[in-house]
C-alpha cells in the first residue's frame, strides 16, 4: 500500500467513524504558544480544546498532521541518516475525542483499522500491545473485548524513576492533563534482533510502536494530586512512515516508496550511485522535506529561533552532498521532486513552490561560499592527530564559518574524534553576555492575574467609564498606585488596543476625579485582559476606583492610518511583485508603518512606484472600510487573507476595504481609505535571507517627508547654482566628470613627483657588494606612489636593491624590489618580509616587486638599518 493511499484510508476510516477530518495545522505554532519551537504532534493544535480554553463545533477529530522535530526538547537533527526511523520531518496520523469516547471505543477503532480486511488487514499475531501497569481497565479490554492473548498484553510500570514517570504514562507538563497510554507494536519477525518493551532489548529493532493511544483521564495539581477529568479525552498518534514500512513489508522507513523515490531524486541531482547504505543520501532525503514544509509554512534561514533550525538542516545536507563529492548547489533541485510526492496531500508545497526554491538556492550559495574554508580550517586542527576538537574551534567555525555544531559533531563523529563541548559553551556563554549587553527590553506584560476579562469597547469609543480591577507596580499586585508610581492598571471596560498584530498599544489617560494616571502603552496580560502601562502623574489609584478612561486621539488616527495602509500595501506587492509576498513581520506606530514580507530581492524604484499608485489610488477611491464578525471557514472561502503565524479562533473579524484589500485583523482601521491621506514609502531594504523591508508614512507624516524632500532639493539647487531641479542631474553628472579629471590629473602630477624623488634617493645609493642598494623612509607619500618609486628605480639598472617605507596613521607601509637580473639571487619577497616581521607586520609577492605593512613604528628605523646586513648576507 503506497504512502499516498495510507494516509487517505486512515482518514476516511475515522471520518465513517463520526470523526471530523481537520487540515494539518502550520509547523509553526500559534504566536501565543511559548513552549513550541515546531509543531511536534497531532495533539499541538487541540491543545487548547483539551485544556478546556476553547470549544469546537466537534467532538471528534482526525488529522494528518506534519511534524518537525529539529530543535529544542525534541531534536532527531543528529540521528537523521544513520537509524532506520528518525526524520527530522514526518507525518502524525492522529484520532482525537473531546470528552466523546474513550478507552473502549479509542481502542476498537485502532483494531479494526489496523486487521479490519477492508483496512490494513494486519495480521493479529504480529501485534502486541502495552498498557500501564494500573491501568486493569485498557488490560481487560485487549484482552476480553479484544482477544488480544495475555502473553502480548505487557504492563509498563513506572520505569523512568518516579511515580507515573513511565513509558506508558502521558503527560503535558509538570501539572495538568494527563494519563495512561497504550502503544500497540508490529513485530518483524525473528530474524530481527530485539526483544518487546519492558525487555533488556527493547531497543532493538525486531518490535516497532506504531500507534499510541492516550487516555486523559487526570488533572495534576502543584501538589502532585491526581484529580479525576470531568470529560476524559483521547489522543493518539501513528507514524505515517512507520506503518507504511509495515505495510509494504520493509525493515526502514527509508525504503517505503516515498523516500525510494526521494532517495533517487538525490542520486540524480549530485551524480551519487543509490543505494540504501549511504547515510549521506538518507539525510538529504530527509532534510529535503524538513526544509520545503518550512519555508511553505514561513520559516526563512535566520540566525535565531526556527530560522536557525532551518538554516542548521540546510548547512547540513549541503555538506553531505560534499561528501557525496558533489559540490555545486544542488538541493534546491529536490523541491520538485518533493511536490511531486506529496503536493496533493499539501497545496502549499505546489502554491510555493518557486519561492521555496529560490530561498532554498539562495542560502544554498552562500553557504558554499564559506563551506570549503571552513572545511579547511577544521583539517588544519585535526592534522595533528588530536582526538579532541578545542571549543575555540569549534566556536569559529560555528560564529565566522557557519557551521552549526550538530554539522561540527557530524564530521568529527565519522571520525571518532571527541568535541570540547565545554569549551564550545564557554565561548557561547561569552557571546550571549556580549548580546545581553547590547538588549533593551520592554516592560514585562506577563503578570499574574485571575479577574474578569476586559471589554474592548475601542473599535467605536474613545472614551468609556469604567471600575479598576487590578493594580500593578514592579510586576506585583498591589491595591493602590501613589503620585509618581510606575506600574498597570486593568479596567473592566476599556477604549485602549492592546498591542498586537504588528499594531502598538494605546495611549492617553485614566481619570479618576482630579487623580491622574498617564497610560503610556497597552498589552495583553492574558488573551481577553488588558493591561494599560504607564504612571500616575497626580493623586493616587486605587482596585474599586470608577474611572474614566480615554485614548488620545491624534496617535489613535496615526495608527489607524499607517494600520490600514498597510492592509492596501500588502495587497499592492502582491499585485506588483507576485503571490508569493506574504507577510513576515510588521509594527504600525503613529510615526510610521515598517512591513516585512518575503520576496528573493530587492524591490526595485519602478516596483515601488507602482506601489505607491496602486495604494494612492484605492486612498483616492475613499471607499468604505467594513468588519464583520465570521466563522473562520467562511472568511476564508469568501477570500479573506490570513497571517502567517496568527491562532485566529472558529470566529473571525474580517476588514474589508472596498474590493482592493480583505484580510483577517483585529486591529483599528479608518472609516474610509480617503482618511489615509497620501501614502508615501520611505525605504526599502532586505533584513533576511528572501525577506525585504519596506517603511511608509502616511497623512501629516507623509505631507512632512515631502516637504522635507524638497527643502532638500532646493539647498541642492541652490549649492550647485542649478536654474531649477530638472537640471540638478545634469549638472551632477558634469560635477562628477570634473571631479574624475582633477583626480587623474592629480594622480599624473604624483607620479611625475614620485619619478623626480626617485632620482634623488638613486644619488644617495649605497654599494653592498656587487649591488646598489637604496633604503628610505619617505613621509607624506601614500604606498601606491611607493611602488611606483620602486618600480622606476629597479628598471634603472641591473644591480638595484630598494626598500622605501611611509608611515600613514601609525600604520607601516612597505615596499621592495629587486632589478629582474638581480632578482635570481636577492628576493623582493624576502626582503620586505625580513623587515615586516621587524616591525609588527607581514607580507610578499613576486621576485622584483613585494609589499608588506606594520604597526611597530618605533622599531621601523633599526628595521631599515639592518637592511644593509641582511643584503651582505644574501649575496655572500
Not at 584 to 612: C, M, N, Y
Amino acid at each position: 500500500m503506497k504512502t499516498a493511499e495510507l494516509r487517505s484510508k486512515f482518514l476516511h476510516f475515522f471520518e465513517s467513524k463520526g470523526h471530523q477530518i481537520v487540515s494539518s495545522s502550520s509547523l509553526v505554532p500559534p504566536q501565543d504558544d511559548k513552549t513550541l519551537l515546531f509543531t511536534n504532534a497531532g495533539m499541538n493544535q487541540f491543545k487548547d480544546v483539551f485544556l478546556g480554553f476553547d470549544k469546537r463545533p466537534y467532538s471528534r477529530a482526525t488529522t494528518a498532521q506534519k511534524c518537525v522535530r529539529a530543535g529544542g526538547k525534541h531534536n532527531d537533527l543528529e540521528n537523521v541518516g544513520y537509524t532506520a526511523r528518525h526524520h527530522t520531518f514526518f507525518e502524525m496520523l492522529g484520532n482525537f475525542s473531546f470528552g466523546d469516547y474513550f478507552k473502549h471505543d479509542a481502542l476498537h477503532f485502532a483494531w479494526e483499522f489496523l486487521t479490519g480486511k477492508e483496512w490494513l488487514n494486519l495480521p493479529k499475531e504480529k501485534l502486541l500491545a502495552t498498557v500501564y501497569a494500573e491501568d486493569d481497565e485498557a488490560y481487560n479490554i485487549w484482552l476480553n473485548e479484544i482477544g488480544l492473548p495475555a502473553d502480548r498484553i505487557i504492563r509498563i510500570g513506572d520505569n523512568k524513576g518516579a511515580k507515573y514517570a513511565s513509558d506508558n504514562f502521558w503527560q503535558m507538563g509538570d501539572t495538568g492533563p494527563c494519563g495512561p497510554c497504550s502503544e500497540i507494536f508490529y513485530d518483524h519477525g525473528e530474524q530481527i534482533w530485539g526483544g518487546p518493551p519492558g525487555s533488556a532489548e527493547e531497543d532493538g529493532d525486531r518490535f516497532t510502536e506504531i500507534w499510541n493511544c492516550v487516555f486523559m483521564q487526570f488533572n495534576r495539581d502543584e501538589a502532585g494530586v491526581m484529580h479525576k477529568l470531568p470529560k476524559p479525552s483521547v489522543d493518539t498518534g501513528m507514524g505515517l512512515e512507520r506503518i507504511s514500512a509495515v505495510m509494504q513489508h520493509v525493515h526502514s522507513n527509508y525504503e517505503i516508496d516515498l523516500f525510494v523515490n526521494l532517495l533517487r531524486a538525490v542520486a540524480r541531482v549530485t551524480g551519487a550511485t543509490y543505494s540504501q547504505d549511504v547515510p549521506s543520501l538518507k539525510v538529504i532525503a530527509d532534510h529535503i522535506r524538513s526544509c520545503s514544509f518550512l519555508v511553505a509554512d514561513g520559516v526563512l534561514p535566520s540566525n535565531e529561533g526556527r530560522g536557525y533550525v532551518l538554516r542548521r538542516i540546510i548547512r547540513r545536507a549541503v555538506r553531505h552532498g560534499y561528501k557525496l563529492g558533489h559540490k555545486q548547489p544542488f538541493f534546491h533541485l529536490l523541491v520538485a521532486d518533493v511536490v511531486k510526492e506529496m503536493g496533493n496531500a499539501y497545496p502549499e508545497l505546489k502554491a510555493k513552490q518557486a519561492q521555496i526554491t529560490e530561498v532554498l538556492k539562495l542560502e544554498e550559495t552562500r553557504f558554499a561560499q564559506t563551506l570549503e574554508t571552513g572545511l579547511a580550517l577544521l583539517e588544519d586542527a585535526l592534522k595533528d592527530g588530536g582526538k579532541t576538537l578545542s571549543g575555540a574551534v569549534i566556536f569559529k567555525l560555528y560564529d565566522t564559518y557557519g557551521f552549526p555544531y550538530d554539522l561540527t559533531a557530524d564530521i568529527a563523529r565519522e571520525r571518532n574524534i571527541e568535541l570540547d563541548e565545554a569549551g564550545f559553551e564557554r565561548e557561547m556563554d561569552a557571546q550571549r553576555a556580549r548580546a545581553r549587553a547590547a538588549q533593551n527590553f520592554k516592560a514585562d506584560a506577563h503578570l499574574t492575574y485571575s479577574g474578569a476579562d476586559t471589554e474592548f469597547k475601542g473599535y467605536s469609543d474613545r472614551q468609556t467609564e469604567a471600575k479598576v480591577l487590578a493594580l500593578y507596580r514592579d510586576g506585583e499586585a498591589v491595591t493602590a498606585l501613589a503620585e509618581g508610581e510606575t506600574g498597570a492598571v486593568v479596567i473592566d471596560f476599556t477604549p485602549f488596543y492592546a498591542e498586537s498584530g504588528g499594531q502598538v498599544g494605546d495611549v492617553g489617560y485614566i481619570f479618576a476625579g482630579e487623580n491622574r494616571f498617564e497610560v503610556r502603552d497597552t498589552q495583553k496580560i492574558k488573551a481577553k485582559v488588558f493591561g494599560q502601562f504607564g504612571v500616575m502623574v497626580s493623586g493616587n489609584l486605587k482596585v474599586g476606583d470608577a474611572v474614566s478612561a480615554k485614548v488620545d486621539d491624534a496617535i489613535r488616527n496615526a495608527n489607524m492610518r499607517n494600520h490600514s495602509a498597510t492592509h492596501l500595501m500588502h495587497r499592492a506587492l502582491r499585485d506588483v511583485l507576485g503571490s508569493h509576498v506574504e507577510q513576515k513581520g510588521s509594527l504600525v506606530t503613529a510615526e510610521r508603518t515598517r512591513f516585512d514580507f518575503a520576496h528573493p530581492q530587492p524591490v526595485t524604484p519602478a516596483q515601488i512606484t507602482e506601489v505607491e499608485q496602486l495604494v494612492n489610488e484605492a486612498i483616492l477611491a475613499n471607499v468604505p472600510v467594513s468588519a464583520e464578525v465570521k466563522a473562520f471557514d467562511e472568511a476564508i472561502k469568501d477570500g479573506a487573507m490570513a497571517l502567517f503565524g496568527e491562532k485566529y479562533g472558529d470566529h473571525v473579524r474580517v476588514l474589508k476595504m472596498g474590493d482592493f484589500s480583505t484580510e483577517l485583523c483585529g486591529g483599528t482601521h479608518v472609516n474610509r481609505t480617503g482618511d489615509i491621506g497620501l501614502f508615501k514609502i520611505v525605504s526599502e531594504s532586505g533584513i533576511a535571507a528572501g525577506v525585504r523591508r519596506i517603511e511608509a508614512v502616511t497623512g501629516l507624516n507623509a505631507l512632512h517627508f515631502v516637504q522635507q524632500q524638497e527643502a532638500l532639493i532646493k539647498d541642492a539647487v541652490a549649492e550647485l547654482k542649478a536654474q531649477s531641479a530638472a537640471d540638478l542631474l545634469p549638472k551632477i553628472q558634469a560635477t562628477q566628470a570634473h571631479a574624475k579629471q582633477l583626480e587623474k590629473a592629480l594622480e599624473q602630477a604624483k607620479g611625475e613627483l614620485a619619478k623626480h624623488a626617485g632620482a634623488a634617493l638613486l644619488n644617495d645609493a649605497e654599494l653592498v657588494g656587487t649591488a646598489r642598494l637604496v633604503v628610505q623612509q619617505l613621509d607624506g607619500v601614500d604606498g601606491n606612489a611607493l611602488r611606483d618609486i620602486v618600480t622606476d628605480l629597479t628598471g634603472q639598472g641591473d644591480n638595484l636593491v630598494v626598500l622605501l617605507a611611509t608611515v600613514q596613521e601609525g600604520k607601516i607601509a612597505l615596499v621592495a624590489g629587486v632589478s629582474k637580473a638581480l632578482s635570481k639571487s636577492v628576493k623582493a619577497g624576502d626582503l620586505v618580509k625580513t623587515v615586516a616581521e621587524q616591525v609588527g607586520g607581514k607580507g610578499g609577492g613576486r621576485p622584483d616587486l613585494a609589499q608588506a605593512g606594520g604597526t611597530d613604528v618605533a622599531q621601523l628605523p633599526a628595521a631599515l638599518n639592518g637592511v644593509a646586513g641582511w643584503l651582505a648576507s644574501q649575496l655572500a
